[in-house]
């Protein structure tokens, strides 16, 4: 292989510019980003038990719906896993342990363009104990 091949091989391609209708070049424009002309309401629910999470989360999709709000989900996020070691015994027996765990579900939901109607509609809805509710205005 001789030095001119090395060189053009390791040369990266140049951006190609946009020829306007007179023949002069125009530097190429930067794309819009999606979510500057879409809002988006994320909801994040948790709940200890997966059962209860669903339920709820079956709850605010058909609230969403009702109102022709499009719906995005729900998407499962990790399990967070809490784990405890404590001692069986409080004195003598140290290498007679038990291990306890607590397991976090979570779901997200993500609502594009939603009304103010179903703003409202999910700040109404009541939801059983032992879900917490995470919503951001994207």
């Known amino acids: ?3 001119e091949e090395t060189v053009k091989k ?6 190609k510019s946009a020829k306007s209708a007179d023949g002069s070049s125009v530097a190429p424009t930067p ?13 994040k629910v948790r709940a200890y038990e ?11 999709i058909d609230t969403a719906a009702r109102y022709n709000a499009t719906v995005i989900g729900p998407v499962p996020l990790p399990i967070d896993i809490k784990k405890y070691t404590v001692n069986r015994a409080a004195f003598i027996d140290k290498d007679s ?5 607590m397991r976090i579900h979570k779901r ?3 609502i594009l363009n939603p009304a103010p109607k179903v703003i409202e509609a999910l700040t109404n809805i009541d939801l059983p104990s032992g879900v917490s509710i995470d919503v951001k205005m994207m």
């Open 31 to 43: 794309r819009a980003k999606k979510s500057d002309s879409a809002h988006r309401l994320r909801i």
């Open 50 to 60: 997966h059962g209860i999470l669903d339920k709820s989360v079956k709850q605010i």
């Open 97 to 101: 342990r038990e291990q306890f765990e």
């Open 10 to 15: 390791a040369r990266k391609p140049r951006a």
């Open 108 to 110: 997200m939901i993500d």
């Open 1 to 3: 292989m001789t030095a």
